[in-house]
């Protein structure tokens, strides 16, 4: 199927290593359990060279899920790499992901090797994996700011070294779509059907999304995300943008994943619960406001009929429902309908003197909660009967 799109979850490993993220064992199997509910297609699960808790992490999830598809991650050398060999030696699908960066300011600074020098490290990384493993993944860290056709070169080794998916990350998040689609459609057209294409992008300008979306234009075949998007500095690709994405515009983009999009919001909701901060309320997709509406004219034509500005149905992400939000910029008809829910239908005069209430005390306040709007109402109602009372 040319049209499938790969899900590489990395929530566990590169979310994991960024501030405020890290997770105990029992953490991770737990996170692991909502990843594979979601129908991610590799799940990343640590670095096992870089700790004993990543190690053991690596193991327990390839115990617990032994039908899911594990990656470890390990540097290209020895070491890492038999670490890894080891944490995944209780997984039925084990997938060893090597990396090196290929980059000049990479190489002068970090590495201080030369392009030869790199070009054998991959080379020889990758074969040593394939000795315990059959599906090995190949990185070139920063390749988007390597020579293209330095790149290229490394690419083809690691393929004819056996390396089954080639991943050009934008390390940096440094990389525009434009830009980045053309890297990859020239490594896949490098690369022909020796190997699936892979990108991970960094959200540094915000543009980590949109990179990945370019790239699977390009030929790019899986895209390595995470949940709610985080991950080293400003995070990678939010997992769940890039499938709606996928799913809400496939006119323009059309390809498969087999994510079961109603997790998405429990998968948020769970890791927000597990590391120490949730998405920003106006996140696309998981955020608190993502199916809320408070501007009038919104909530008015979202009444009439929710596709006037709702694109997706809140419950396709699991999101039980989209919210009206009362506050100073709402109309009477989602104050009527809010009164309503609440039980307290009102004539269109009670409406008013609502209405009138509602506007004076939502000035002073952001957002009205239910019980107030609730004893807006039945002070109304209290007073509307008394009225009419004396008139009788
Ligand atoms: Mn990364």
Redo the contacts with the bound molecule.
Sequence with gaps: MPDRVYIFD?TLR?GEQSPGCSMTVPEKVRMAAKLVDLGVDILEAGFPIASEGDSEAVDAVSREYPWAHVAALARANRLDVMAAVKSLRNARRPRIHTFIATSDIHLKYKLKKSRQQVLDDAVAAVSLAREYCEDVEFSAEDATRTDLDYLEEVCKAVVAAGARTVNL?D?VGFSVPDEYGALIGRMVKALGDSAVVSV?C?DDLGLAVANSLAAVQNGARQVECTINGI??RAG?AALEEVVMAINTRRDRLPFETRIVTEHLFPASQLLTSIITFGPQPNKAIVGENAFAHEAGIHQDGFLKERTTYEIMEPRSVGVPESKLVLGKHSGRHALAKRCEDLGFPLTREQLDAVYHRFTALADRKKGLRNEEIAAIAREVLTESKSTVGATD
């Design positions: 990395t590169d990350p390390t991970h960094h991950g080293e990678n």
